[in-house]
């Protein structure tokens, strides 16, 4: 499995976007129990209509990821938080613009219009989340110089977030993601709680993608590659 700096200097590449996506999928009902989690990534305004790095139909997972917040009794929402002037900005690099690609000390870095910085509207999460028994929100990148899209670790495969201490600590086993976006800040999170131990399921229907380059294409192979199980919101049980 190529880790994630392999996957980012790939984006120059031709991608394998013809390849159709293949995934292991879970059984036709499946019950979140006391070990398990629901991760909802990133739904903040930058990343929906309106924002500075709209994902396309990204409003549509709003009321996807409240409904099977339901079926959960631990919920975890991420926020991206950047500092004002962030190395992933392609407004700090003379002469780049967004969805190219610089070397930076962790590897290649894809730069990105300015979003989600830290204190603004548009780094607020979406109003109309409604999951009101959500227990933590972390929050990535926030230092200047490095990013992450992970909500485990930063992209440069060392710093941690806490995540998988703290979801060890209530003896969570399996995690279920959701949110934006699909083949960045998802797929890292799919891939890196893989390689923390866990169970992992990407609730596919709850999330959207970005697609640059054949990235989307690319992610979904490589969460298949590490075990992660490729689901849709009707396979999760909630109650009426």
């Known amino acids: 499995m190529l880790d994630r700096r392999q996957v980012l200097a790939m984006l120059g590449t031709t991608a394998l976007a013809t390849l159709a996506p293949t995934a292991l999928f879970a059984a036709a009902s499946i019950k979140p129990d006391e070990a398990s989690a629901l991760l909802v990534i990133d739904v903040q305004n ?10 396309k139909e990204g409003e549509q997972v709003v009321p996807v990821i409240n409904k099977i917040s339901k079926a959960f009794a631990n919920v975890v929402l991420t926020q991206d938080w950047h500092t004002p ?19 930076l000390p962790y590897g290649k870095q894809v730069l990105w219009p300015d979003h989600c910085v830290q204190g603004t509207e548009g ?10 028994h959500a227990e933590l929100i972390i929050r990535k990148g926030f230092h200047k110089n490095v990013d992450s899209y992970s909500a485990f670790l930063e992209a440069d495969g060392k710093t941690s977030t806490g ?14 993601v959701a949110g934006l976006a699909t083949d960045f800040c998802v797929a890292w999170t ?21 697609d640059t380059q054949g990235s989307l294409a690319k992610a979904w192979a490589d969460m298949a590659k590490a075990g992660v199980k490729r689901i849709q919101s009707a396979d999760i049980a909630v109650s009426a």
């Open 46 to 55: 930058c990343f929906l209509p309106g924002g500075s790095l709209a994902v």
């Open 85 to 103: 002037g962030h190395v992933s900005f392609a407004s700090v690099h003379s002469g780049k613009k967004p969805f190219e690609t610089v070397d």
């Open 123 to 132: 780094a607020a999460l979406s109003k109309d989340l409604s999951i009101p």
């Open 163 to 176: 995540l998988a201490g703290y979801l060890r600590g209530r003896k969570i086993k399996r995690v279920f």
């Open 190 to 210: 799919a891939l890196d709680g893989r390689k923390a131990g866990f169970e992992v399921y990407v609730v596919e229907d709850a999330c959207r993608g970005i």
